[in-house]
């Protein structure tokens, strides 16, 4: 005979597995509570599918061109390597800075809910009385987190992305024309340089690395410590931030592209620990976090 009454309300009673489960752990509990806890203490993040396929399009594109230019460098069409850095850039970079906007958002609500309670009896008494400052500030943060919550969306991000595609994809082209580094025709191949018609790819992680990480740092180093979310993405976020760092200096230092090391553990490498650390912020994480 069971020991509890089975919650029917929370889970499916036709389901036999689901009764042979609790049956199977009634002799190791006290309550209903603890076997449900079992499934409830870990909030579940949603990732949006549309940034993972983006950000996943972006890391096969990046692979495939670093495998190819690695094993054909000397005959690799420079048109395609510029190319294929120019759409897989962004398709990395972009998606990776709406799920940390994202998290932000939702560590920006947890906050300000969690502030709110604490301040429960300020915020009643408050009713009866001038507004104080901490008030104001309140409503003033609550306005700033409903125009956040409109602009960092999965869609609006996305709109972003495709603008931003269009137009290194038409930018991509005008230089394979004029270009004589990275010429159509004639097809220009073999030991491709980084010039500055990579202006707009230098742009966009620049402006990741130099910019959008350490603001992203400095708003978790403001948030309450309490927040579950917040020791995860700080670690993503500095592990991006080293990865990027890597990438740059061994892109850059003649001694190491001059070396056979470099043949084993290219540049590139590093954005593939870039891709590591989302993988365990979007994927591994969201599914760890308790609440």
């Given at each position: 005979?069971?020991?509890?009454?089975?919650?029917?309300?929370?889970?499916?009673?036709?389901?036999?597995?689901?009764?042979?489960?609790?049956?199977?752990?009634?002799?190791?509990?006290?309550?209903?509570?603890?076997?449900?806890?079992?499934?409830?203490?870990?909030?579940?993040?949603?990732?949006?599918?549309?940034?993972?396929?983006?950000?996943?399009?972006?890391?096969?594109?990046?692979?495939?061109?670093?495998?190819?230019?690695?094993?054909?460098?000397?005959?690799?069409?420079?048109?395609?390597?510029?190319?294929?850095?120019?759409?897989?850039?962004?398709?990395?970079i972009i998606p990776c800075m709406g799920?940390?906007?994202?998290?932000?958002?939702?560590?920006?609500?947890?906050?300000?809910?969690?502030?709110?309670?604490a301040n429960d009896e300020s915020a009643?008494?408050?009713?009866?009385?001038?507004?104080?400052?901490?008030?104001?500030?309140?409503?003033?943060?609550?306005?700033?987190?409903?125009?956040?919550?409109?602009?960092?969306?999965?869609?609006?991000?996305?709109?972003?992305?495709?603008?931003?595609?269009?137009?290194?994809?038409?930018?991509?082209?005008?230089?394979?024309?004029?270009?004589?580094?990275?010429?159509?025709?004639?097809?220009?191949?073999?030991?491709?340089?980084?010039?500055?018609?990579?202006?707009?790819?230098?742009?966009?992680?620049?402006?990741?690395?130099?910019?959008?990480?350490?603001?992203?740092?400095?708003?978790?180093?403001?948030?309450?410590?309490?927040?579950?979310?917040?020791?995860?993405?700080?670690?993503?976020?500095?592990?991006?931030?080293?990865?990027?760092?890597?990438?740059?200096?061994?892109?850059?230092?003649?001694?190491?592209?001059?070396?056979?090391?470099?043949?084993?553990?290219?540049?590139?490498?590093?954005?593939?620990?870039?891709?590591?650390?989302?993988?365990?912020?979007?994927?591994?994480?969201?599914?760890?976090?308790?609440?």
């Amino acid at each position: 005979m069971p020991k509890f009454e089975f919650p029917s309300d929370k889970l499916d009673i036709t389901n036999e597995r689901a009764h042979t489960f609790i049956e199977k752990c009634e002799e190791y509990v006290d309550s209903m509570d603890e076997i449900l806890s079992i499934f409830d203490d870990y909030k579940s993040l949603n990732s949006s599918f549309r940034l993972t396929l983006f950000f996943s399009a972006g890391g096969l594109i990046n692979i495939a061109n670093s495998y190819f230019v690695q094993i054909n460098y000397t005959k690799y069409p420079c048109f395609l390597m510029f190319f294929c850095t120019g759409i897989s850039y962004p398709l990395l970079i972009i998606p990776c800075m709406g799920y940390i906007l994202n998290y932000l958002k939702q560590c920006y609500y947890s906050n300000y809910a969690y502030d709110k309670i604490a301040n429960d009896e300020s915020a009643i008494s408050s009713n009866f009385s001038e507004p104080t400052k901490s008030t104001t500030e309140k409503v003033t943060t609550h306005k700033l987190l409903n125009k956040f919550n409109f602009y960092i969306s999965a869609k609006f991000i996305t709109k972003i992305l495709f603008t931003y595609l269009a137009i290194i994809i038409i930018y991509s082209v005008i230089i394979g024309f004029i270009s004589k580094d990275y010429s159509i025709f004639p097809l220009e191949q073999g030991f491709c340089t980084l010039t500055v018609e990579y202006a707009p790819q230098l742009f966009l992680i620049f402006f990741f690395f130099l910019i959008f990480l350490p603001f992203s740092v400095y708003e978790l180093c403001k948030l309450n410590d309490s927040i579950n979310m917040k020791t995860s993405l700080m670690f993503t976020t500095i592990f991006m931030f080293i990865s990027l760092l890597g990438y740059f200096i061994m892109s850059l230092l003649p001694s190491y592209n001059c070396s056979q090391t470099s043949r084993y553990w290219p540049s590139d490498t590093f954005v593939l620990l870039l891709c590591i650390s989302y993988h365990y912020t979007q994927i591994a994480t969201p599914q760890k976090l308790k609440n």
